[in-house]
């Protein structure tokens, strides 16, 4: 098992992610969001930033995961390809994500552009844990 994989899908990108935790599950979610829009191999950690972002429940935590990763490309022009993840949910209601993302400015001379992804979304969302590993299933809209 990758980190990873593409699953069929007409129109939009539809990502299954995996992770022997739940936080490295997230964590790959986010390098397979970027290498829909790149080849993340190329982007370096050359710049590290944090994010916090919280959720009622798993799939608004990952919708907003996610959706923050995908603004502060467009409103930064930057790409990231390594992610830390923590996630904690002994706060009261809301479950809490915590990371450190690493990326670095979009180099149109380096970065290959493969598709613009315009949107998270909550259609065919999928949080489960398994035997022994957690997999993540959602859809990008292109």
Do not use: Q
Not at 5 to 24: N, P, Q, R, V
Not at 37 to 62: A, F, N, R
Not at 95 to 103: D, E, F, N, V
């Amino acid at each position: 098992m990758g980190s990873f994989k593409f699953l069929e899908h007409t129109g939009d990108a539809y990502i299954e992610a995996y992770g022997k935790s739940l936080s490295e599950a997230f964590a790959n979610s986010a390098l397979a969001m970027f290498e829909v829009m790149t080849d993340t191999s190329k982007v370096e950690p050359k710049i590290e930033e944090s994010v916090e972002v919280e959720g009622h429940d798993l799939e608004s935590l990952l919708y907003s995961w996610l959706e923050t990763l995908l603004v502060r490309c467009d409103v930064e022009n930057r790409l990231y390809s390594r992610f830390i993840v923590e996630i904690s949910d002994d706060e009261g209601e809301h479950i809490y994500l915590r990371a450190k993302i690493y990326g670095e400015d979009y180099d149109p001379e380096r970065h290959i552009s493969k598709t613009e992804v315009k949107a998270v979304t909550f259609h065919m969302m999928e949080i489960k844990f398994l035997e022994g590993y957690w997999r993540l299933r959602f859809l990008l809209d292109l």
